[in-house]
């Protein structure tokens, strides 16, 4: 969920918390990765990481699925640091990711 709406599944994106915690108070981390295999694209990790060159954010997620964004493969966020991996349903191994 972005921080301004309430929706599905990630209210509260502790993920997100727990990478920005430790950007900015352990000086032993200086960047931070979060990958997110799931059926849906966490829209909310996006906006709270985006601004964030630190951070990268990767989503793997079916599509077409809510919350109906990331449906375009590729980067987002003004750092490019967000990269949505949109999946068709029913896709396997055999079928390939690209």
Not at 1 to 15: E, L, V
Not at 63 to 81: A, D, R, S, T, W
Request: proline letters at 8%; one cysteine or more.
């Amino acid at each position: 969920a972005p921080r301004q709406q309430p929706m599905g599944f990630c209210i509260f994106n502790f993920g997100a918390a727990a990478a920005l915690w430790l950007l900015e108070h352990d000086p032993r981390v200086n960047k931070v990765a979060i990958l997110d295999w799931d059926v849906h694209l966490g829209n909310g990790l996006v906006d709270i990481l985006q601004d964030e060159p630190r951070a990268r954010y990767v989503s793997l997620h079916q599509v077409p699925c809510y919350p109906y964004q990331g449906e375009q493969l590729g980067e987002v966020g003004p750092h490019k640091n967000c990269r949505n991996i949109p999946v068709q349903a029913g896709t396997t191994w055999d079928g390939g990711y690209r």
